[in-house]
């Protein structure tokens, strides 16, 4: 519909190739747009791994349970021999005699445990592969070694009148 007074706008040009009309807007891509796009996109995918790496990192430093509970452990042993007054020490096992009652510290299944007299369950370490206990020098050693490949060692100082 055409109102008076108003002209049409005219289409832009038009040029005829081989009997087919064709528009003069050419509004595509050139080739310097292109590789705009290309190198951005690029330098995007290459930082994509420095933060993925950097965000690992933080959540394991942010996650130190596993951490924590090897110090725990540290502790117990050290409050075990503290209390005892001899120990006996065999590659999976340490024994402390205290009173009447032999405490053991012992790999069972994928953890460690402590018993009292023979009897009891105390999971006090979990997800170990395997512990060793050794004695060097005038220390006590353990390792430790967990499912997610993680490895810990400890070095506690044997206290007078304990033997091995």
């Known amino acids: 519909?055409?109102?008076?007074?108003?002209?049409?706008?005219?289409?832009?040009a038009l040029k005829c190739q081989g009997g087919r009309r064709a528009s003069a807007n050419n509004k595509g891509f050139t080739m310097v747009e292109?590789?705009?796009v290309l190198m951005i996109f690029i330098s995007i995918a290459a930082l994509?791994?420095?933060?993925?790496?950097?965000?690992?990192?933080?959540?394991?430093?942010?996650d130190p349970e596993r951490r924590a509970e090897w110090e725990l452990f540290i502790l117990q042993l050290r409050k075990e021999m503290h209390l005892s007054h001899s120990l006996q020490i065999t590659e999976e096992r340490i024994i402390f005699v205290q009173g009447a009652d032999l405490v053991s510290i012992e790999k069972y299944q994928e953890g460690v445990r402590r018993r009292v007299g023979?009897?009891?369950?105390?999971?006090?370490?979990?997800?170990?592969?395997?512990?060793?206990?050794?004695?060097?020098g005038s220390l006590l050693c353990a390792e430790a070694a967990f499912?997610?490949?993680?490895?810990?060692?400890?070095?506690l100082h044997l206290y007078r009148g304990e033997t091995i």
């Open 48 to 62: 994509f791994p420095l933060v993925y790496g950097a965000l690992y990192r933080t959540e394991e430093q942010l």
């Open 1 to 12: 519909m055409k109102f008076p007074g108003k002209q049409s706008a005219a289409p832009p």
């Open 118 to 136: 023979g009897r009891g369950h105390e999971i006090i370490l979990q997800e170990v592969v395997s512990i060793r206990f050794y004695s060097c």
């Open 34 to 36: 292109s590789l705009l």
């Open 147 to 155: 499912e997610n490949g993680e490895k810990e060692e400890a070095q």
